[in-house]
């Protein structure tokens, strides 16, 4: 979250000062150290899972549901950046419902359409865990697809 504030804020400064090149650089390197940031986050809580979850609790079976559900949601969590990253660069155009509005919809509607068809047909922890990261991807792309559509408005 914080490297898509950067980009908005950035953005936003070099779109008003008419420098689009710069705006470009700016949303490529947010998402680039978004993503570095995010992996090496994520590998650092999947590596360190059970000393982790031990703290919360020692039952065996609870930290096993607990690294499950971290592989299922720490593990693809670099495609929510592909969200965050686009979404504060388009809010940096001047663009902030429609990205809100694809996100709501986007998050929501996956994951409500998932719960009442594959998890209604396959009832177990890992079909509902997966709903989280099939979001993130079904989102990503449909906001790396507003992204694209709004630019060449920008560029005249």
């Not at 703290?55 to 609870?62: C, Q, T």
């Not at 693809?76 to 660069?89: H, K, M, N, R, T």
């Not at 429609?98 to 594959?118: D, E, H, S």
């Amino acid at each position: 979250m914080p490297f898509a504030q950067a980009t908005t804020t950035f953005v936003s400064q070099n779109y008003g000062a008419g420098n689009l090149p710069r705006c470009f650089q700016i949303t490529k390197v947010g998402m680039l150290l978004d993503v570095g940031f995010t992996v090496g986050m994520a590998a650092l809580v999947l590596f360190f899972a059970h000393p982790l979850l031990g703290l919360f609790n020692a039952d065996p079976v609870v930290v096993g549901l607990g690294i499950t559900r971290l592989w299922y949601i720490v593990a693809p969590e670099f495609l929510q950046v592909f969200i965050d990253v686009f979404s504060g660069a388009l809010r940096g155009y001047g663009y902030s419902l429609q990205p809100a509005m694809l996100t709501l919809i986007g998050i929501c509607g996956v994951r409500i359409t998932w719960l009442y068809t594959l998890f209604a047909a396959h009832p177990t922890y890992e079909v509902l865990m997966a709903c989280y990261s099939v979001s993130w991807l079904v989102t990503g792309i449909f906001i790396a697809l507003l992204y694209q559509f709004c630019l060449p408005s920008y560029q005249r």
